[in-house]
């Protein structure tokens, strides 16, 4: 596990230990107790912050979208051109493959446990949601006929790569900039039929 920033403050600290515990241990290795020690805290440090365990998933879901929002994020919006799109949301896509591949893994453990604890799940969608409706806004700009339905298609094929990439049998390679932007055209194409 990589050494946590010390200068972060304790928030982020907790949750970006968190995020890390959750990657290399898994669900069962994430305790209060565990965050402290990775982290240098003191003891009884983590339980302050995040007082129950959702309280410490919820912190690390919240941090796990800030992170990935900083990742897939583009600096600016793409113009609306099909092309253009697959480009920008296959480059996020292959930034996030390639610069945080222990944040796919944490993202799993966590969705996984939201499946379980109905309470996590609406904090784990609504950080879901922030996400999906810049890539709806997209796809209506680049004339989708049915821009929500094709997110769910575009977020399905994306979410199946990083998994395939993460933990499925792609993972000992990350697919190129170019392949992603070859496959994003491909399904933008029979979204899109004005290409």
């Not at 977020?155 to 170019?178: D, L």
């Amino acid at each position: 596990m990589a050494a946590p920033k010390t200068g972060a403050p304790r928030a982020a600290l907790i949750a970006d230990t968190a995020l890390d515990l959750l990657a290399e241990r898994g669900m069962r290795g994430l305790t209060h107790r565990a965050v402290d020690e990775a982290a240098g805290l003191p003891q009884g440090s983590t339980s302050n912050h995040a007082r129950t365990r959702l309280a410490l998933l919820e912190a690390a879901v919240q941090r796990l979208a800030e992170r990935e929002a900083q990742v897939l994020t583009p600096e600016e919006m793409p113009a609306p051109g099909t092309d253009v799109v697959a480009a920008g949301l296959a480059l996020a896509l292959h930034r996030y493959l390639t610069r945080q591949p222990q944040l796919m893994v944490a993202r799993y453990e966590l969705a996984l446990e939201a499946t379980r604890r109905p309470e996590l799940r609406a904090f784990y969608d609504e950080a879901g949601r922030r996400f999906r409706e810049p890539i709806t806004a997209l796809l209506r700009a680049a004339g989708s006929a049915d821009p929500e339905r094709h997110t769910l298609s575009l977020v399905a094929w994306c979410e199946g790569v990083m998994f395939s990439c993460a933990a499925g049998s792609f993972h000992a390679s990350a697919p190129t900039h170019e392949e992603l932007t070859l496959g994003m055209n491909e399904l933008l194409a029979g979204m899109l039929d004005h290409r």
